[in-house]
């Protein structure tokens, strides 16, 4: 590890020279990619000399420790405990930081949530995750925008399409991805029985055209009139659009905006998108085990998480991570949650890097 350090430390002075040159200070592109790669390499490069300075350190107090009267042998060895702690913490870190970055991080990140078991109430459930993402993003300085939507006729949603700007979205919205159950008294129940329903997430890194490019031979682009809940007609123009690609059988349909030209573009980009994740997925799994469907059947048995409103406690199955305090979680307070599975994943990542 100590031979990756000095070449992360080497490219890191590379780096910090070519960003004071004029030449790539004028190429707006060049020069942001640099400063995101010398955002990288000075977290690694800071901590690694942290990490030197501190060995050092430990290594001269358990010299004097050794040679060191009681008094003084007590104040040492509480010097050297906090030394070891310290370096145990930084080392966990660099190796964190060292492992391979996921190729969507830098990426936007399109989000799909539809109503799955459970009718109506289902599609009210796809509207309170859609809500609950919308205000972690603020939280998290994420920009948001909708990208199509099928309102139900109580207020919720079908269907829900947005995308994610903003750093960290992909490396977070990705374990969102899967079937969510909740348990609570629907709207519509007169007895007051608690049912169980369910909504899927799926999660997609938004591809740019150069990533997945699009043959007009394979699509089959239909248009049609833009409706409301209950089929009722909201426009008086064939503006949505349908459009599916041949080849996959994939089917993507916007319709919230007035423009047919609009509507297109969006679905163009939340296909490019299918089609790339479909394309990692299929990577991923031919280098290892197959790995199953975000979304799966879609059933209440499937689930990541469950969110149960009268104990007020949300669980992700995945980790075995409860917490009572379901109502913060649905206004947008994921922190807790979202940290436990990204350290999760660091931890799976790090065991398999051996």
């Known amino acids: ?21 004029p030449d790539v200070y004028a190429d707006q592109a060049r020069s942001a990619e640099l400063a995101r790669r010398h955002k990288e390499l000075d977290a690694v490069v800071s901590r690694a000399r942290r990490l030197r300075s501190l060995t050092e350190d430990l290594a001269t107090a358990r010299e004097m420790h050794a040679e060191a009267d ?23 870190e660099i190796r964190v930081l060292l492992l391979p970055r996921d190729p969507n991080d830098e990426r936007n990140v399109i989000v799909e949530i539809r109503g799955a078991e ?50 960290g979205g992909w490396s977070r919205l990705k374990h969102e991805a899967g079937p969510h159950r909740v348990q609570r008294v629907p709207v519509t129940e007169s007895q007051g029985r608690i049912h169980t329903s369910s909504a899927t997430v799926v999660v997609l890194p938004e591809a740019d055209e150069v990533d997945v490019e699009l043959d007009p031979n394979d699509l089959q682009i239909d248009v049609y009139r833009s409706s409301g809940p209950g089929g009722q007609s909201v426009n008086t123009t064939d503006s949505a659009v349908r459009i599916t690609h041949l080849p996959s059988g994939l089917v993507v349909s916007m319709q919230d905006e007035k423009s047919q030209l609009q509507n297109k573009e969006k679905a163009l980009r939340v296909l490019r998108s299918r089609l790339l994740r479909a394309e990692q997925e299929r990577a991923e799994s031919e280098a290892s085990a197959a790995r199953r469907s975000q979304v799966g059947g879609g059933g209440r048995s499937e689930k990541i998480r469950t ?23 649905l206004a947008g307070d994921l922190g807790e949650v979202s940290d436990a599975l990204v350290a999760d994943e660091q931890a799976r990542r790090l065991t398999e890097a051996g």
């Open 118 to 167: 459970g009718g109506e109430e289902a599609n009210l459930f796809a509207r309170d995750l859609f809500e609950m993402y919308r205000a972690w993003s603020g939280r998290q300085g994420w920009a948001l925008e909708v990208l199509g939507a099928e309102p139900s006729p109580m207020g919720g949603y079908e269907q829900i399409t947005f995308q994610v700007r903003g750093e």
């Open 70 to 92: 009681a008094t003084d042998r007590a104040i040492l060895k509480q010097e050297i405990d906090e030394a070891e702690a310290e370096i145990e913490g930084l080392t966990d």
């Open 1 to 21: 590890m100590l031979e990756r350090l000095d070449e992360l430390a080497r490219e890191l002075a590379d780096v910090e020279a070519r960003l004071s040159d």
């Open 307 to 329: 969110y149960n409103f009268k104990e007020n406690r949300v669980t992700d199955h995945r980790i075995g991570l409860t917490l009572y305090k379901l109502d913060r979680v």
